[in-house]
């Protein structure tokens, strides 16, 4: 049995793998869990998936490292499921014309205040590791372009969504990693309602994906 496949039968509801488990140690299991998907979500957002260790991250959540391997698998597996949490964390939460705004607040406002989201900031920050970016291209990406995709009516509607993350992804890319200005210092509200009113063009059909940003510069969508 290899380490997923174990993870798996420990963290079972209502047992391991003859259910001898009981309810108490289940719900022991799943508090950790979420207590190393927190500490890596931080340690991540922080250091990036090269520079965060196994170590880092074990110590911020007060566990054992042996403990994140027997849960996850591997540090590359461990971002996979952080970034997925934290999207779906989002997707229920977040209106779907909003949310394309959400997140691209959350990617301008990265590194600027303690409770600013951090989803993609995991992501840019580890984009350049080529054994972490198609696991978390996928737990971003697929569900997000979903929501925006049933934005449009139009025929080509997913591939437009896919454009929109496209360009979400390159704008923190600049701003995050590269640091280009004007870009990097822009104001937030300038950034969204150049993006916002821009993006209503590429979903068509006078949907309003921008929310408060794009109420405020109506005549900018005739």
């Known amino acids: 049995m290899d380490i997923g496949e174990h993870t798996r039968h420990q963290d079972r509801p209502g047992g391991g793998p003859a259910g001898e488990d009981s ?121 997000y372009a979903a929501a925006l995709a049933a934005l449009s009516s139009a025929d080509d509607g997913e591939l437009r969504a896919q454009l929109a993350m496209a360009w979400l992804l390159g704008i923190g890319l600049m701003r995050v990693v590269v640091g280009q200005e004007p870009l990097a210092s822009a104001e937030p509200d300038e950034i969204c309602g150049h993006v916002l009113t821009a993006l209503e063009g590429l979903l068509g059909d006078g949907k309003t994906p921008g929310g408060r940003a794009a109420e405020r510069q109506p005549e900018e969508r005739r």
């Open 23 to 143: 309810p108490h140690r289940t719900r022991d299991a799943r508090g950790t869990r979420l207590r190393i998907l927190q500490a890596a979500g931080a340690v991540f957002a922080e250091r990036g998936y090269e520079a965060a260790t196994v170590r880092d991250i074990a110590g911020r959540a007060g566990v054992n490292q042996a403990l994140i391997f027997r849960y996850f698998g591997s540090k590359q597996a461990l971002l996979t499921e952080v970034m997925a949490q934290g999207g779906k964390e989002q997707l229920v939460s977040t209106p779907p014309d909003l949310l394309f705004e959400t997140a691209l607040r959350g990617v301008l406002a990265e590194g600027g205040k303690p409770d600013a989201d951090r989803l993609l900031a995991v992501y840019l920050r580890s984009i350049g590791s080529a054994d972490a970016a198609p696991d978390t291209v996928r737990a971003l990406g697929e569900e």
